[in-house]
């Protein structure tokens, strides 16, 4: 048995919806943003799929750059006391960043499936040092 030509799909669309990025059909997540260990649809293997930090890095610098340009605008504009950034900034800049999480989770899972990403696999020429006076 063959397996089926699997068209290639738009990593952006595909990841930001948490989808299979081989099929665009089968879940990726499972829980909040913890990665099934396959797709239910077609049966890729998500092992390849380590996004590590991206997404919290990510999220935070998209989040951190359009929300610090709000809070600006808001206290340049309105002048309010400190406890309104307190009750209103902060728990949206907290929303903002786990809203974002998933998705950019998605993306860049999608990302490292099309683009083939593997682990680094270091190979030593045995050169290194040779010939050298510091030893």
Same mark, same amino acid.
């Given at each position: 048995?063959?397996?089926?030509?699997?068209?290639?799909?738009?990593?952006?669309?595909?990841?930001?919806?948490?989808?299979?990025?081989?099929?665009?059909?089968?879940?990726?997540?499972?829980?909040?943003?913890?990665?099934?260990?396959?797709?239910?649809?077609?049966?890729?293997?998500?092992?390849?799929?380590?996004?590590?930090d991206g997404p919290?890095? $990510? #999220?935070?610098?998209?989040?951190?750059? !359009?929300? @610090?340009?709000?809070? %600006?605008?808001?206290? $340049? #504009?309105?002048?309010?006391?400190?406890? !309104?950034? @307190?009750?209103?900034? %902060?728990?949206?800049?907290?929303?903002?960043?786990?809203?974002?999480?998933?998705?950019?989770?998605?993306?860049?899972?999608?990302?490292?499936?099309v683009h083939k990403?593997?682990?680094?696999?270091?190979?030593?020429?045995?050169?290194?040092?040779?010939?050298?006076r510091w030893r």
């Amino acid at each position: 048995m063959t397996d089926p030509d699997y068209p290639r799909l738009n990593t952006l669309s595909i990841g930001l919806r948490c989808r299979c990025p081989r099929c665009g059909k089968g879940p990726l997540l499972k829980g909040y943003l913890t990665i099934r260990e396959s797709c239910p649809e077609c049966g890729l293997d998500y092992g390849f799929a380590e996004p590590a930090d991206g997404p919290a890095f $990510f #999220g935070m610098s998209l989040v951190g750059v !359009v929300g @610090m340009a709000l809070f %600006m605008w808001f206290e $340049f #504009g309105v002048h309010p006391p400190v406890w !309104v950034h @307190m009750v209103v900034t %902060m728990p949206l800049l907290v929303i903002g960043c786990l809203g974002v999480l998933r998705p950019l989770k998605g993306w860049l899972v999608a990302e490292q499936y099309v683009h083939k990403a593997a682990p680094p696999e270091f190979e030593s020429v045995g050169k290194h040092g040779k010939g050298s006076r510091w030893r």
